[in-house]
């Protein structure tokens, strides 16, 4: 029922910039986390950035390696989170998948366990 399709992926040079957006449908609450997690071959899975309500406003939580560079955001009304990519590095080379899932989970935010939805992915390749 849920789905999440994620956009925006493609080609770029070193030190440009990308935005990524996942659109999610089928979900009936507001009240879910999402996040960013990339893949490569030699890396394996990899957390970087997540967003969930806190009060009128966002908890946000970025990776070490992203921090300062990406910003995630989210679109409540149309269920859609962004991540905008400044300053990209051929190390951020990755396959990029957004992710969903419910706030009330013990789990950091980084593990991919809490999210139960997942987008097919999208490829970004920093040259």
């Known amino acids: 029922h849920v789905q999440l399709v994620e956009s925006g992926g493609g080609s770029v040079q070193a030190g440009g910039s990308l935005t990524l957006s996942c659109k999610a449908t089928?979900?009936?609450?507001?009240?879910?986390?999402m996040a960013w997690f990339r893949q490569t071959p030699g890396k394996g899975r990899e957390g970087v950035a997540t967003?969930?309500?806190?009060?009128?406003?966002?908890?946000?939580y970025y990776a070490a390696s992203v921090k300062g560079r990406f910003t995630i955001s989210q679109d409540s009304a149309k269920h859609t989170v962004h991540l905008q990519m400044n300053n990209l590095r051929p190390e951020d080379t990755a396959i990029y998948t957004c992710?969903?899932?419910?706030?009330?989970?013990?789990?950091?935010?980084?593990?991919?366990?809490?999210?139960?939805?997942w987008g097919q992915g999208t490829q970004v390749t920093v040259s």
């Open positions: 992710a969903a899932g419910p706030l009330a989970v013990a789990a950091s935010w980084f593990n991919p366990t809490r999210y139960e939805h």
């Open positions: 089928g979900y009936t609450s507001d009240h879910y986390c």
């Open positions: 967003i969930s309500p806190l009060g009128d406003s966002w908890n946000r």
